[in-house]
Each structure stands twice: as C-alpha cells, then as structure tokens.
C-alpha cells in the first residue's frame, strides 16, 4: 500500500506531523469497511523529536495495523455471534482494571519500603526453609580453563590444587594471562551445570556421584586442561543454602509487602467511604 499523503505532509510539517482535531483539517487517512480514521487519532504516537522518513514508516505501519485490525473485526462479526453487552461489561472491566492498576502502583511507589534486613531474610527462610529445595546441583570451587600449550603448568596445577592455602595471587595472575575461562570465587554457590557449560564434564551420565567423589579433577580435550577443585556441594532437592538464595527470598518480602500495600489501599478507601457514606447496601 502506498501513502503518497503522508510523505508530502511530512515534508511539510516535519516532526509536527499530526496537529490536533482543532488545527487540522479532518480528512480521513484511511478507511476500513465503515470505519474511519483521521490524522488527530495518531496525536501524540510519535516521539517528538522523529524525522520526517521515521514518521512516515511508524504512520505507514500503524495504518496498515489498523487496517487490519478493523478488518478483524468485522469478519469476527460476521463469523460469530457476540454478546454486545458481555463484551462492553468486559472492555469496561478491562479499562477499570487498568484505572485501578496505575492507582496501585502510584500508591506502592510511593509507599513501599525496600529495605530488607539480613535478620528479616533470615527469620523468613528459617521458617520456611523446607520450601526453598535446590532444583539443580551447586558448587563452591575453584575452575580454571587453560590451554594445553600454557607456560609452568605443573607449578599452576600445584598451586591450584593447594588452594586455598596456596599463592592466590599467582594463582590470580597465571589465571588472568592464560586462561580461557576461569571462576575463583571459592565462598560463593554456582550453579554446577552452568559451571561445566562447554566442558567434557558437560556430558558426565551421573553428576551427582561425581560430585560425591571427585574433590579435585581434571578433563582435557584437544584443546583444554579443565583444572576443577570443590570445596563443598548441594545436590538438587536438597534445602538450598541461605547465602545462595538471599536475593530471592528479598524479592519475595518485597512481594508480600507490595501485595500488603494494594490491600491496605482497598480497605483504606473502603474506610473512608463508608464513614463518608459514599456507598449503600439495599437489603430486603
């Protein structure tokens, strides 16, 4: 479809591409079925600061969307037969819904207090740590990806193999210089699988028994030596450390207070209009 119209106004008004119903003249701009639609119904769709071509390529596209969407319509019309009343009940409860949810979040924002104590994290997750089951295998280790061809790696195996009461801050340095890919933060939970991504030991049938017997392992393939030193482990289903959901268990008090705030505000209008006998109840 071609919109000549809209290239030759754009030219001519550039980034004020649609003025208001007041200003501009109402001439449709395209029609579907019976359905019409003018210049004023894009006010305020584009960005204010487009160019002439971009507005003529988001006009051009949202004219052909709403083409279609009229078209749509119309053949669900004809196609089906609608309850015109469930549907206006419907687009009325979608637009309250909407009215409602905006009011909510103005509310929350305003009202909703971030702050999660250490304390608070850990009396939640001590009452509900039978909830917080691990759904894959975790580590605390060392790894290091190094190529077959790196310098002094039996003095790098040594001091790898020893830690945490080797050198770490060779350990450190022989890491930055050589190696492909590498994790050394020994107190902080991975997550196994992901750890391993890439890895011979991506491909290891049982896991969990690796993890049960291996402290210290190294893979190779054509390329790599997959250095891999554990200090401890979880194994899915069990109850997942605190330290490695901590942030979670934030989100979720964050959660439950926002949830707290929506219902603090209904009761709290709720309140007020009934002291205010805004509302009534008719009984028999």
Request: hydrophobic share 35%; aromatic share 14%.
């Amino acid at each position: 479809m071609k919109y000549g119209w809209i290239i030759i106004l754009a030219f001519s008004y550039g980034c004020e591409f649609f003025k208001p119903k007041e200003t501009a003249t109402e001439a449709p701009i395209a029609r579907s079925m019976e359905s019409y639609l003018y210049p004023s119904d894009l006010d305020g769709l584009f960005p204010a600061n487009i160019s002439s071509d971009d507005s003529t390529k988001l006009a051009e596209k949202y004219i052909e969307d709403w083409i279609k969407k009229q078209l749509m319509i119309s053949r669900s019309s004809q196609a089906v037969d609608f309850n015109e009343a469930e549907i206006e009940r419907k687009v009325l409860d979608y637009r309250y819904a909407l009215m409602v949810h905006s009011f909510e979040k103005k509310y929350i924002t305003q009202n909703l207090d971030r702050e999660v104590s250490t304390e608070q994290v850990t009396n939640y997750y001590n009452g509900k740590a039978d909830n917080f089951l691990l759904k894959q295998n975790i580590v605390k280790c060392i790894f290091a990806q190094v190529p077959k061809n790196a310098p002094n790696l039996a003095q790098f195996r040594r001091n790898f193999r020893a830690h945490p009461e080797g050198n770490l801050e060779d350990l450190k340095s022989y890491v930055s210089q050589f190696a492909t890919k590498s994790y050394l933060e020994d107190t902080t939970w991975i997550i196994f699988d992901e750890l391993i991504l890439g890895t011979p030991l991506e491909t290891l049938e049982n896991k969990n028994q690796f993890l049960s017997k291996n402290k210290y392992s190294e893979t190779t393939n054509e390329e790599y030596i997959y250095f891999l030193n554990i200090f401890d482990f979880k194994i899915s289903d069990e109850i997942s450390p605190l330290e490695f959901i901590r942030e979670d268990i934030k989100n979720i008090i964050i959660n439950k207070r926002k949830i707290a705030l929506k219902k603090e505000l209904e009761e709290k209008i709720y309140d007020e209009s009934k002291e205010q006998h805004l509302f009534e109840i008719y009984r028999d």
